[in-house]
């Protein structure tokens, strides 16, 4: 297969399989396009978690025990903090500080998050695009049992904990998308999206949000294919089924195929919900089944592979 290839990505469960398109694509045939829905300010810094989560995963320094940050953090900077009576809510590890405060910096100097993303990515050798999906502010806010809390009070300050009834992207409307989104959504050369297995209402509908992604998604002439972060009718890791049974929609791959009907047309499911097949085909998408879990490297490597040969074959 030759031509471009778009990758829509939120943190920890899509950044594997980005991990796996940058060892199988060079450079300039993969854009990584971004949620930072999740970005925000604490105690002054502007915090990227999904970019850094990517950004540290193709760089080979995430910390794969613990799921985010990086490996061999130390936390001196918290204990410093919570004994002088700060905020200790949200972690920030010693070594990933500096991302934080370089950002922040370079953000109050004027330049976009997608120049500095770039840089950054590149000081850790990264040669792969990782851009954000705006270069203006989107927030994701949550409506909830327990009122309305911005998306990190939520996920990291109450543990997912309370009942979600809405969730909404704050500043969506006014944002527009980052220029080599844009780009790529209107290359010529396009030859397939991948919606990465990562939360559709939290990391990917956020993309979706920005004016103009799901438009120009409708008119790519190009396949779409996500792979299915809910396997067995749950989530390997967060809120994703928790919050869909609280939205009313019970929680499987055929409902993941619902979610993004209109413009997929095709998904790649975990063999152990391989029974969907016919709803799913039912919606016109088509399905590959496979072993959607990624363990190691291997595992990502060739779930990207897969995911590459069913854009190839609805080409
Ligand atoms: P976050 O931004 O860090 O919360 O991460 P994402 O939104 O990118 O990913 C969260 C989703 O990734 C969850 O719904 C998980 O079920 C899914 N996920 C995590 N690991 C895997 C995996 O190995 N395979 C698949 N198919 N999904 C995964
Ligand atoms: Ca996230």
Redesign the pocket.
Known sequence: MTGHILAL?????????AFGLARLLPPDRLTIAV?TG?DFEHLGLHVS??ID?VVYTLARLSDRVR??GLAGETWAFMSALGRLGGETWFNLGDTDLAMHVLRTQRLRDGETLSRITATLGAALGLSHAIVPMSDQPVRTVMDTDVGRLPFQRY?VGEQCRPVVRAIHFEGAAQASPSDALAQALSRQDLAGVII????PY???DPILAVPGVRSALERVAAPIVA?????GG????????KLMAELGVTPSATAVARHYQGLLSGL?I?TIDVGETAAIADLGIAVSATD????DDG?RLR?AGETLDLVRALA
């Open positions: 990505c939120g943190g920890v469960g899509g950044a594997k399989l949620n999740d978690p999904d989560t799921g985010w996920f990465c297995p990562s939360n939290l990391s990917v792979v299915s972060p809910i396997i749950a989530a390997l890791k967060g809120p994703a089924a790649v975990d959607a879990v990624m363990t595992d779930l």
